[in-house]
């Protein structure tokens, strides 16, 4: 079998990842990256590339209040019983530094959210504004042939192929049809597209996670790091106690990668692993009731090996995955997309009910905390789902899911059955098969507030996290409208996640941990492959993706200042990277 010595071997092309590759090299170390997939970038490509660190230089620079001590008081509050004080301190610490290096030293840039809400902001410790920040769009030419192998964002949150930039630029193609100036600023994003297609086949203009993903690529090419992609590890070497590498599936056959200072799992979780989705999640007794956006390759490798090893796994967080709704999009080739409801919940004049009839959450809370009260309302024994109602006007306004709002015409989401359509609220109802009585006066009885702008039953709007996503135009809330003007609108939506929470237990140095918690020498984890620090809850935008890279960067840190592995002699004669 081929041998190949490096310094550190890690598993897995997500943000974790690279970030600890990154953070390696950098710091002196010879470094090999392995993707199980064909493309990198892992469902970290896929997200919305935003990063949650708390006191982060640009809120920092923008002059927004914060410390980790308040930040420290929020995470505490969150995660109770599972919360891990050391970890917490350590990314509390570690995050501010971790951006500041990689817009130092790499092509890694982010820009601030001012207003994106913690998603509890009436929690102690919380913050309005400033915690969370995402990657400046990037140009993907600045990749040159590589950008073959960058995994594409998910289909159905793109328009047309093109990807669309959270926060204001999103803004734009709502207000396409009201506003000169986002017209204009769409048009020239539509054509910079056209062009893009014309001559590289695909959008060159890279956003949300792309664009990470897209940075930290460049960040590691620019190093000489090589990523070793449809590599996936197998199984990991140890010697006298110590991880000292990995067996790694390659298409030319099986090669052992040793690794000096020692290996970093950061394989994306475990979303696509039926038999640990049948044990860990309770609405899924098959493992197959769940409807998962990560992609196909997350099957838990990362928790898998490590166990062989005796790492401990963290299973016993009340929420084991970050839930999302998700709606099932017919494609022309006859598969089945996903669309993740992220922000048209908050829309005003957009409620959510049971196949009952009946409303069950504020629907312009968090998708995690929007799942929560689903799963709450949904009979034992019974499949979870929710439909996602609407009248015309607010259809053609903001759209709903995979539909886009006006001038893009409705047929073919009526055609295909994504969207039903009622001329009254009992004809859709019938159409979607929900219970028609309750149906009518669950949606009767929210306009008798909603008129006035008000939801007493569930709170639409009462928190800064609410009117973020709301639409500042609608006065005097702007996540509360009447639902009142046919024909009427529904899509319904199913569970899905956004990654998940169980992992293997770790330190604050990023080290894998056995079941005495004792570190297993060389063995690190990032992403999702470690427990979650949120302990099992979801407090803000990006707190996926911002303990990822921070634990990744210690992980690499920590290699770095602690040479303990075994001399060249000890390993195999091959191939240094």
């Known amino acids: 079998m081929t041998a190949i010595v490096t310094d550190t071997l890690v598993v897995g092309s997500g943000a974790g990842g690279l970030a600890a590759a990154v953070t390696a090299r950098l710091g002196g170390l010879d470094v ?20 949650w660190i708390p006191c982060n230089p640009h809120a920092r620079a923008a002059g927004m209040e914060d410390t980790p001590a ?58 309005p504004g400033g915690r969370s920040i995402v990657a400046e769009p990037f140009d993907g ?5 590589e950008i073959k192998r960058l995994r594409p964002p998910l289909p159905e949150i793109t328009f047309l192929g093109m990807m669309i ?126 409807f998962s956006p990560a992609p196909p390759g997350n099957t838990g490798d990362g928790l898998g090996v490590a166990e062989r090893v005796g790492a401990a796994i963290v299973t016993d967080y009340p929420n084991p995955a970050a839930w999302a709704p998700v709606s099932r999009v017919p494609r022309r080739d006859g598969s089945t997309g996903l669309f993740p409801h992220f922000i ?85 109802a019938l159409a979607a098969g929900i219970a028609p009585e309750a149906f009518d006066a669950t949606v009767r009885g929210y306009n008798d507030t909603a008129r006035r702008g008000e939801d007493p039953a569930f709170g639409r709007g009462s928190t800064a996290y609410n009117r973020y996503l709301g639409d500042p135009d609608v006065k005097p809330n702007p996540c509360v409208a009447p639902i009142e003007t046919g024909p009427f609108y529904a899509v319904e939506v199913v569970p899905g996640e956004l990654g998940t929470f169980a992992g293997i237990r770790c330190d604050a140095h990023a080290r894998v941990l056995d079941a005495t918690g004792t570190p297993i020498a060389g063995l690190y984890a990032a992403g999702n492959d470690a427990a979650s620090i949120m302990g099992g809850n979801y407090p803000g935008g990006g707190i996926t993706l911002g303990p990822a890279m921070t634990f990744g960067y210690i992980a690499a840190r920590h290699m770095e200042q602690n040479p303990v592995a075994p001399s060249d002699e000890e390993l195999p004669q091959g191939t240094r990277a």
């Open 165 to 290: 930039g959270s926060g204001k630029e999103l803004l734009h193609f709502f207000n396409v049809t009201r506003s000169l100036k986002s017209a204009g600023y769409v048009g020239m994003l539509l054509a910079r597209y056209a062009r893009d297609l014309a001559l590289h086949g695909r959008a060159m203009r890279l956003t949300n996670g792309n664009a990470l993903i897209g940075r930290l690529v460049k960040s590691a090419l620019d190093l000489g790091i090589p990523i070793r992609t449809s590599s996936g590890l197998r199984e990991l070497i140890v010697r006298d106690g110590r991880v000292v590498g990995g067996i790694v599936d390659t298409s030319d056959g099986p090669i052992e990668i040793h690794a000096r200072r020692g290996v970093v799992l950061a394989a994306g979780g475990f979303p696509r692993n039926v038999e640990r989705r049948k044990a860990l999640y309770p609405h899924a007794p098959t493992g197959q009731e769940h």
């Open 141 to 145: 030419r600045e990749l040159g042939p």
């Open 344 to 428: 048209d919940r908050a829309k005003p004049g957009v409620i959510a009910v049971t196949p009952a009839g009946e409303r069950f959450v504020n629907e312009a809370n968090s998708y995690h905390d929007f799942m929560q009260g689903l799963f709450k309302a949904t009979p034992k024994g019974t499949d979870v789902r929710a439909f996602l109602i609407t009248d015309h006007p607010t259809l053609r306004r903001y759209g709903l899911g995979f539909v886009k709002p006006f001038p893009v015409p409705l047929s073919p989401y009526l055609g295909n059955g994504y969207l039903k359509k009622g001329r009254t609220l009992r004809d859709l």
């Open 32 to 51: 090999i990256v392995v993707e199980k997939e064909a493309q990198f970038g892992g469902a970290s490509a896929r997200s919305g590339g935003w990063l």
């Open 70 to 127: 308040e930040a420290r008081r929020y995470l505490q509050h969150e995660a109770a019983n599972h919360f891990d004080g050391d970890r917490v301190d350590a990314f509390l610490a570690n995050g501010p530094e971790m951006v500041s290096f990689f817009e130092k030293n790499t092509a890694v840039k982010f820009v601030l959210g001012p207003a994106f809400s913690d998603y509890h902001p009436n929690a102690p410790g919380a913050k």
